[in-house]
């Protein structure tokens, strides 16, 4: 599927499925079931598998678009497919062709959701510091024991990216290994359900991984791989997808403010509020911040798919200027909307608590921008 098909199909799916069901994802604090499957149904699952296993193949720019397009009628949606695409971006990096067959082919068919379950409840922002172990049961199988935090998705996904220590006896202790677990794999214990301010449809919940036992051939890669896939995948997919999540948020707001002012009149004089010098300059100024961070977001993606220098900068910057740029243009679209904007469950009221988690969620603002820094003075971005 061309990247014009996938992305017409995404605006027709946002427009008559996820802006149907957003209220209800944000006030229910659910899952978007209906939202995701039906992105599934529609052939997006495999937008980021090879086209040997029945994918699109395609990579961080197109990841870019649809997040975009999907976090602008429902940002939990966004963020859910947007870790599936990751998880997937994963798999297929190093897959085994047991791999390929066991995972790539069904999720380019739509019948199976993957995430990333990276994350530790002991780590924080270190994510790619984990503490889960992989312990060598035999040469086919493997024993995992330890917690991970946040996974997005929660218990709806059919698999899971885990991060964990390589415990070969012969690896370098600070290499770190990557493997896929199974839904139905005995041993895991999943936390509490979300309870969100925002971003309420994630289902990002803690699991307890407990001496699960899992076959040798879902090691991805070579022990001590973890690192190689968090520079050459698991980064630029993960911030990419959160990107233009919030985006589509930022954009979403902007959307608000622009039909508000379109649409109101002063009851006393007849003319419009499109019609006021200040809030025209102000909305000609929102949407230059904006395009100017949408142009930022694509230049990082189509660098990262070129495998060009730049990418690495860019990527880092991109998702940090996105956190800036949704938090301030949900603010600002508010104040240009007035007293009306204030109203409980509102639309501003789900933009403005699903735009603040940008800055929380991991890698946080303040993280990236000090990664920018150091890449940008040649010294090592993990240096903590």
Avoid at 130 to 142: A, C, H, I, R
Avoid at 327 to 351: C, H, K, Q, W
């Amino acid at each position: 599927m061309q990247l014009d098909e996938i992305l017409k199909k995404t605006r027709q799916l946002a427009t008559e499925v996820l802006s149907v069901e957003a209220a209800l994802v944000d006030k229910e604090a659910v899952w978007p079931e209906k939202s995701i499957r039906s992105l599934l149904d529609a052939g997006m699952g495999g937008m980021m598998a090879p086209k040997e296993t029945g994918g699109h193949g395609h990579g961080l720019f197109a990841l870019a678009r649809v997040a975009e397009t999907l976090g602008e009628a429902c940002a939990s949606t966004g963020l859910c497919f947007g870790m599936h695409c990751v998880g997937t971006a994963v798999i297929a990096a190093k897959a085994t062709d047991w791999q390929k067959e066991k995972y790539l082919v069904p999720i380019s068919q739509g019948a199976h959701l993957t995430t990333l379950a990276v994350s530790e409840p002991g780590t924080g922002s270190h994510f790619y510091y984990p503490q889960t172990q992989l312990l060598p049961l035999s040469d086919n199988e493997f024993c995992i024991k330890g917690k991970k935090s946040f996974i997005t998705n929660g218990e709806h996904a059919d698999s899971y990216v885990i991060s964990t220590v390589a415990v070969d006896p012969d690896a370098d202790p600070n290499l770190f290994s990557c493997i896929v677990v199974d839904k139905k794999t005995d041993g895991l214990v999943w936390g509490p359900k979300w309870q969100g301010m925002g971003m309420r449809g994630n289902s990002s919940r803690g699991l307890d991984i407990q001496s699960a036992r899992v076959p040798a051939s879902q090691l991805l890669g070579e022990q001590g791989d973890q690192l190689w896939y968090i520079f050459n995948v698991v980064a630029p997919f993960f911030l990419t997808a959160m990107a233009g999540t919030y985006l589509g948020i930022a954009q979403a707001a902007f959307n608000e403010a622009r039909d508000h002012l379109q649409r109101r009149n002063y009851a006393h004089s007849g003319a419009g509020l499109s019609q006021v010098h200040v809030l025209q300059h102000k909305l000609g100024s929102l949407w230059a911040k904006i395009e100017r961070t949408r142009r930022l977001i694509y230049f990082a993606a189509q660098e990262g798919d070129a495998d060009n220098f730049k990418a690495l900068p860019a990527l880092l910057s991109a998702k940090a200027e996105v956190a800036n740029c949704a938090v301030e243009a949900v603010n600002e679209a508010m104040t240009l909307s007035g007293g009306i904007a204030y109203r409980e469950n509102s639309r501003f009221d789900v933009l403005l608590r699903d735009a603040r988690a940008a800055h929380i969620m991991s890698p946080t603002t303040d993280l990236l921008y000090t990664w920018l820094g150091r890449a940008l003075l040649d010294q090592p971005i993990l240096s903590d």
